[in-house]
């Protein structure tokens, strides 16, 4: 393996996958399992939006009308969490931080009840499991809730994960599996109508029949694809928080998610003592300013639900981009270009469904079938031609 960062002259592998966050390390890792060589290419693994993110698992509680091919996968991908994680450990030796004490939603003053009470209608009209509980409940379960919260929702399904964690022990697997390349992709070599190789920012190559980009809302701009099947996923910035305990457990037991004053707010707690508070949700193109009112608004909103967050320590304040994509699903399978396979578009839910994608990516590039009610749903080509012109 060349030493990280360096010039790859000659090197040829099965696989190029360009993007070393969440999405691209699990399918980099699943594909060396199958038995192919794989290079991972990125300037900054495990950093942008898997190192930013809240880690929720949370298909439930974040279910949106019209959004129910979504909910199926982001089930199915939730379903194969356990022996994701307990294959990751085994294989790396580090916990990742996988928590099942489910998530509570609340909701403070009359619309925001009647928000929480149409997001119940609309979960039991799925058939999912989700519960509504007075406030009384919901303090039995969260002592430190503000007593401004009237009711809430618990959706025991719902999980959370340290995505930090889960990157740094992926970045690892994969380190020992795969070549892992410092650099950016310059360009996808195609030639006589088929991925032939990339070309590096670094003036390396690397020659493949496959090309998996997996680039989040860098996957664009990537040169040498062409046009009419270049992935349409735009960034979507979020600022979003961590604060910290400073004495003995402060934090909820379990993720809150909060509606207040018709916006949305979550704090997800990490076993570690950590609380993450999210986020904002903006269409500013690749800024990662944080700005001063988006930190006081999610204080403001997080505080609203739990007083108690005034006494943590706020230790970091950073904005990332969700690959955001037409219909919010992702895009995931093949294209018009032979030997070129998409694995982006993730938008809210890359953490949550990293294991799906990174399966149905190793079924794709390995010629097995990938099961047809999921793959249908992510199909690239709901956008873009069957082929592109020669
Ligand atoms: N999945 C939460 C967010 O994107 O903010």
């Known amino acids: 393996m060349p030493a990280k960062g360096a010039d790859v002259p000659g090197e040829n592998r099965d696989v190029v996958v360009v993007g070393a966050g969440a999405i691209g390390l699990a399918a980099a890792w699943r594909l060396t399992q199958r038995g192919r060589s794989v290079a991972v290419v990125d300037p900054s ?35 194969r969490y356990p022996s994701f994680v307990a294959e990751l450990q085994h294989a790396t030796g580090h916990d990742v931080g996988l928590r099942t004490e489910g998530t ?12 929480l009470a149409d997001l119940h209608d609309f979960q039991r009209s799925l058939g999912l499991d989700a519960n509504l509980l007075t406030s009384r409940e919901c303090r039995e379960l969260e002592p430190d809730l503000s007593p401004d919260v009237r009711c809430g929702l618990l959706a025991r399904s719902d999980h959370s994960i340290d995505n930090r964690k889960l990157a740094a022990a992926l ?45 989040g809302p860098w996957s664009a701009g990537i040169e040498g694809v062409p046009e009419e099947i270049r992935p349409r996923v735009r960034p979507v910035k979020g600022e979003i928080l961590r604060l910290r305990t400073r004495g003995p457990a402060d934090l909820p037991n379990r993720s809150i998610r909060g509606i207040v004053n018709g916006r949305e707010i979550y704090l997800v707690p990490r076993c ?86 990174a399966d149905l990516v190793a079924d794709i590039v390995t010629g097995t079938e990938p099961d047809p009610a999921l793959s249908s749903l992510v199909s690239p080509q709901r956008f873009s031609p069957v082929a592109v012109r020669a």
């Open 45 to 79: 693994p495990a950093s942008a939006a898997s190192h930013a993110a809240a880690g929720m698992l949370a298909p439930v509680t974040e279910v949106r009308y019209g959004e129910e091919a979504l909910l199926a996968l982001g089930i199915e991908s939730l379903h």
């Open 104 to 115: 509570l939603v609340v909701a403070t003053d009359a619309g925001d009840r009647a928000m």
């Open 171 to 215: 970045l690892e697997a994969v380190e020992g599996a795969a070549m892992l390349v410092r650099d950016g992709v310059a360009a996808v070599e195609v030639e006589a109508g088929e991925v032939r190789g990339a070309t590096l920012l670094g003036g390396g190559r690397i020659t493949c029949t496959t090309v998996v980009i997996a680039a």
């Open 272 to 357: 570690d003592g950590e609380l993450v508070v999210g986020a904002t949700v903006e269409e500013m193109g690749f800024d990662t300013t944080v700005r001063a009112g988006a930190v006081r608004e999610l204080l403001r909103d997080a505080r609203a639900v739990l007083p108690v967050i005034d006494e943590l320590e706020l230790v970091e304040a950073i904005a990332a981009h969700r690959p955001g994509s037409p219909d919010n699903r992702p895009m995931i399978g093949t294209t018009g270009l032979r030997g070129l396979v998409l694995a982006t578009g993730h938008y809210r839910n890359g953490i949550l469904l990293t294991p799906v994608t």
